[in-house]
């Protein structure tokens, strides 16, 4: 018998399948019409002064939290920076030195190269785009976030993705790329090919501290920022130079 037909809305969906899984359903079969004619939508997205509105709580709840090692060597937290209405969004993997000394992410060298990539490269203004990191904490010495780590933070970007939004993920490097995209895959496989994230599309790419230190590859990183321009259908700029 083909089960009543969720609601809509991915979580809907996604527990209906859980509960016919647990019954030992192996497959479930849709109504032609439905798969063919119909599709499950999501909630509007909000104004951006409403997001920004509830994005405060979640940002003084970061501030505050202690749920791993790193509340212990951390000078702030590290929230987001950018527009709460982004069509774009920009994930890292954490803080380094400087935004941890700031409070905001990529503010550094690497960061710097972020900003050239968004506007130079892409043509937008870097407060046009929202930048948000799977850590919210610097680990010590920049060295790479533990499973723990990235368990607890965890509800922190799924929040933020969830209220900002974006129309296209932009996943920087391999622990942003493993954490949208649930796969073990090196990012020089992963970048350039789309993915997605609960119905976003995910574009990994290249890291911009790994573009500093291989800056023949910053042409990989300039392709996947043009497929992303091209599937928000935005024009890309012309290109002046190179990006240093």
Not at 24 to 51: C, M, Q, T, W
Not at 118 to 131: A, F, Q, T, W
Not at 152 to 181: N, T
Not at 182 to 203: A, Q
Request: aromatic share 6%; proline share 9%; glycine share 8%.
């Amino acid at each position: 018998m083909t089960p009543a037909r969720p609601r809509p809305g991915s979580d809907a969906l996604r527990e209906t399948l859980a509960y016919y899984r647990d019954l030992g359903v192996a497959e479930l079969y849709l109504d032609e019409r439905f798969e063919e004619h119909e599709e499950i939508s999501n909630p509007p997205k909000r104004p951006a002064s409403e997001v920004a509105a509830l994005l405060q709580p979640l940002a003084h709840e970061v501030s505050g939290c202690l749920k791993c090692r790193l509340c212990k060597t951390r000078k702030q937290t590290v929230f987001a920076d950018g527009s709460p209405g982004a069509r774009i969004m920009f994930v890292g993997e954490a803080p380094g030195a400087d935004e941890d000394a700031q409070g905001v992410p990529f503010v550094g060298r690497a960061g710097q190269l972020l900003t050239r990539m968004i506007e130079d490269g892409m043509g937008l203004p870097r407060s046009s785009v929202y930048i948000a990191n799977v850590l919210k904490c610097r680990p010590p010495d920049n060295r790479n976030p533990e499973p723990d780590e990235i368990a607890a933070c965890r509800g922190y970007l799924e929040s933020q993705i969830d209220l900002v939004k974006p129309e296209v993920l932009v996943a920087l490097g391999k622990f942003a790329a493993h954490f949208l995209l649930e796969t073990e895959e090196g990012i020089t496989r992963l970048r350039g090919k789309w993915g997605s994230y609960r119905g976003i599309p995910v574009m990994p790419t290249l890291h911009p501290s790994y573009l500093l230190r291989q800056p023949a590859q910053k042409k990989e990183a300039w392709a996947d920022l043009l497929a992303v321009l091209a599937r928000l259908g935005i024009e890309a700029p012309t290109r002046k130079g190179k990006t240093s």
